[in-house]
């Protein structure tokens, strides 16, 4: 180290770095106007300027793992790691910086991309809440990505005027806590596909039964009331309810789209006969169930490709006519001496 600043405390260190990085608007009490303010007013300019103020916001207490080209004075944005643009208009498409160490509070500037369509940010350590400044001009938006962060709340009016029309929000693995109460109406026709897995979510919100989803995901939270609505999505066409400890209804044939149903740990007894009237089921698991026994009658979903049965105790299993079936997993049920 350099002797003259091998005295330099840890936290002076810290102070050094903020300092070299600049000042920056991080905070969400930021309006938008005073964005609009900035020097540089074509399209593709101001997306650079958001782009430094997301960099200063997020590497504040340590860098990023990988900021090719990011920051530096004479490269163009478009070729900073994790941004793609528009060839023609040069405009930020995509945002993609998954696992590289982003840190501090959600900055409120990502909601200022104009042409912004997916944004995904998994596995980092932002953390704070997601409010409507988040999506404030995203009328692009197609998919959003903050699973496996510390995002802690959702603030109530968050997409009470959002722009976008049909995007997948996933927000997995945050210790979100709960959902706003009126998150269905505000999201209804909004949203294709949510996943809020393992967020600790203790109750659904009035009117989420009546959600116009393609994919949820509710699994892994504990004692999660209000849970049997989600049967009443007819538009499902994958559901995740592993760990939820929920039951199944007799019959399920409304739901015509669903492909996918996964239910792991749920403390099923038996084999749900709900599941044999799913019409058009191509993938299914029951893993790590009490079920011992798997009816004959799965013999009638026929377009079966994909069978979980794994770590059920299995005592009995038929012999199996299904065409399409490509995988059937049923190790760790040693009555059957079967472990593929």
């Known amino acids: 180290m350099n002797p003259s600043i091998a005295w330099l405390s840890g936290f002076q260190i810290v102070l050094l770095f903020i300092w070299h990085l600049g000042s920056a608007v991080c905070t969400c009490t930021q309006q938008s106007s005073d964005y609009a303010a900035w020097k540089n007013d074509e399209g593709y300019q101001r997306d650079r300027e958001l782009l430094i103020q997301f960099y ?118 945050n210790p979100i806590g709960s959902l706003p109460p009126n998150f269905a109406y505000q999201t209804s026709g909004k949203i294709y596909g949510l996943y809020l897995s393992s967020i600790s979510l203790k109750e659904l919100p009035p009117g989420f039964g009546r959600m116009q989803l393609l994919y949820l995901d509710l699994s892994y939270n504990k004692g999660l009331k209000g849970v049997e609505v989600v049967w009443g999505i007819t538009s499902l066409r994958t559901l995740f309810l592993g760990g939820i400890q929920t039951t199944v209804p007799t019959d399920l044939g409304h739901l015509q789209y669903l492909r996918t149903l996964w239910m792991p740990e749920n403390g099923l007894k038996e084999f749900p006969v709900g599941f044999l009237t799913l019409p058009s089921i191509l993938s299914l698991s029951a893993a790590r169930n009490d079920i011992r026994v798997i009816p004959s009658e799965v013999n009638s979903l026929v377009n079966l490709t994909t069978l979980y049965v794994w770590d059920c105790g299995l005592t009995s299993f038929p012999e199996l006519y299904l065409p399409h079936l490509e995988i059937l997993q049923l190790s760790f049920n040693p009555v059957l001496c079967v472990d593929t």
């Open 56 to 173: 200063k916001c997020t590497a504040l207490l340590q860098p990023w793992k990988n900021s090719t080209g990011w920051l530096q004075e004479f490269s163009h944005h478009c070729q900073w790691s994790g941004v793609t643009c528009d060839k023609v208009t040069q405009r930020v498409t995509q945002l993609v910086l998954p696992s590289n160490g982003l840190t501090g509070d959600l900055p409120c500037v990502i909601g200022q991309f104009e042409q912004l369509q997916k944004l995904d940010l998994l596995d980092n350590e932002l953390e704070g809440q997601l409010n409507e400044t988040h999506f404030e001009k995203l009328s692009n938006l197609n998919w959003f990505d903050l699973s496996s962060n510390h995002i802690d709340s959702i603030g109530n009016n968050t997409f009470a005027s959002i722009p976008f029309s049909w995007i997948l929000l996933k927000l997995s693995k």
